[in-house]
T-cell receptor, first 114, second 111 residues
């Protein structure tokens, strides 16, 4: 399966900072990548589907201007949390996979906004 | 709407005993079902999938799952639990191009 690298693994920063999270597919050309958010002791919630060379598809209730997604190549998608606030603190995970195939996930990014 | 349910927040089992983590699903059409495991502060690891064919699916680390169409279930099983199996387990159903996850079940295996 695909090997997915996610960076950074942990971020601690002040309120108002913008934070960029990278997701790389190391051995699989991914036209689509997925960004999830996981709250403590809860399931993964799909935030958006990142589409290479085009706009991301956001799930209902996810602010596009808050969570900027860029998928400029077949191996890299980035999620930028703009002007982050404490309520944005969470565990963010990216996933890579084709239709009806298992997704493979990065190790996640723990974001803590002070 | 397609969905999965994991009725148990936590399952406790003694090492060496068989374990079952329950999952039921609601889909239109043929279901594509998955199990994933998550260790602390890590992403999810794929365990096994059911797309079509044999109802008993074997996966990684000795896990297996049985697809039961009449009961709309896809329970995860292992004949003999290990302490290292302690983790968070997610059942998921594939919906068009998205995965929909259950709420997760924490498996605790006691020595």
């Amino acid at each position: 399966g695909a090997v997915v690298s996610q960076h950074p693994s942990r971020v601690i920063c002040k309120s108002g900072t913008s934070v960029k999270i990278e997701c790389r597919s190391l051995d699989f050309q991914a036209t689509t990548m997925f960004w999830y958010r996981q709250f403590p002791k809860q399931s993964l919630m799909l935030m958006a589907t990142s589409n290479e060379g085009s706009k991301a598809t956001y799930e209902q209730g996810v602010e596009k201007d808050k969570f900027l997604i860029n998928h400029a190549s077949l191996t890299l998608s980035t999620l930028t949390v703009t002007s982050a606030h404490p309520e944005d603190s969470s565990f963010y995970i990216c996933g890579v996979g084709g239709p009806n195939q298992p997704q493979h996930f990065g190790d996640g990014t723990r974001l803590s906004i002070l | 709407a397609q969905s999965v349910a994991q009725p148990e927040d936590q399952v406790n089992v003694a090492e060496g005993n068989p374990l079952t983590v329950k999952c039921t699903y609601s889909v239109s059409g043929n279901p594509y079902l998955f199990w994933y495991v998550q260790y602390p502060n890590r992403g999810l690891q794929f365990l096994l999938k059911y797309i079509t064919g044999d109802n008993l699916v074997k996966g990684s680390y000795g896990f297996e799952a049985e697809f039961n169409k009449s009961q709309t279930s896809f329970h995860l099983k292992k004949p003999s639990a290990l302490v290292s199996d302690s983790a968070l387990y997610f059942c998921a159903v594939h919906n068009t191009d998205k995965l929909i996850f259950g709420t997760g079940t924490r498996l605790q295996v006691f020595p």
